[in-house]
T-cell receptor, first 110, second 116 residues
């Protein structure tokens, strides 16, 4: 069965305090891993796609990396505007659908 | 482009009532899907469609119906609302599903549904 697990559930950082979010998955034959950002009261917004182990993608203070069993979203020197829920997802082995993790709620305080 | 639009934004139903959540996209996307989002459970797929006239069930389809008569529209019908269907519903679309260029899904703003 497809499974995507994100940790921690919630993370509180001070502005400038770097950290990482984790996304682990059990699907075999990975066809990609996707990171989304979701602001309160809004729909998720696409951030990154990673396709193979060792791949990295960057956007401003965010860097996503991928290994064979997990992905990390590194946040360097975060700002309050980085506060959001971060979701990861993988394509299911069983049909045309994405399987999402429960998300990590990030709060960055100034 | 308006992207993915959803109506209504908020809705309160009584148990047993039926209603339709509307979803439309103007990006000529083939793939459309409906998710529900509940606290601590992430996004769960209800139904999806790979093109006009083709729909399939997701993870939590019971109590919901869909149809896809046009590329642009993908309505979600609640047949007989139950309190367990209280949730936030998101519609999403992408060019297709199955090749590397197409997994980027665009989400609508959501419909917050309360069933009393």
């Amino acid at each position: 069965e497809d499974q995507v697990t994100q940790s921690p559930e919630a993370l509180r950082l001070q502005e400038g305090e770097s950290s990482s979010l984790n996304c682990s998955y059990t699907v075999s034959g990975l066809r990609g891993l996707f990171w989304y950002r979701q602001d309160p009261g809004k729909g998720p917004e696409f951030l990154f796609t990673l396709y193979s182990a060792g791949e990295e993608k960057e956007k401003e203070r965010l860097k996503a990396t991928l290994t064979k069993k997990e992905s990390f979203l590194h946040i360097t020197a975060p700002k309050p505007e980085d506060s959001a829920t971060y979701l990861c997802a993988v394509p299911s082995e069983y049909g045309n659908k994405l399987v999402f993790g429960a998300g990590t709620i990030l709060r960055v305080k100034s | 482009n308006a992207g993915v639009t959803q109506t209504p934004k908020f809705q309160v139903l009584k148990t047993g009532q039926s209603m339709t959540l509307q979803c439309a996209q103007d990006m000529n996307h083939e793939y459309m899907s409906w998710y529900r989002q509940d606290p601590g459970m992430g996004l769960r797929l209800i139904h999806y469609s790979v093109g006009a006239g083709i729909t399939d069930q997701g993870e939590v389809p019971n109590g919901y119906n869909v149809s896809r008569s046009t590329t642009e529209d993908f309505p979600l019908r609640l047949l007989s609302a139950a309190p367990s269907q209280t949730s936030v519903y998101f519609c999403a679309s992408s060019y297709s599903f199955g090749d590397r260029a197409s997994y980027e899904q665009y989400f609508g703003p959501g419909t917050r549904l309360t069933v009393t």
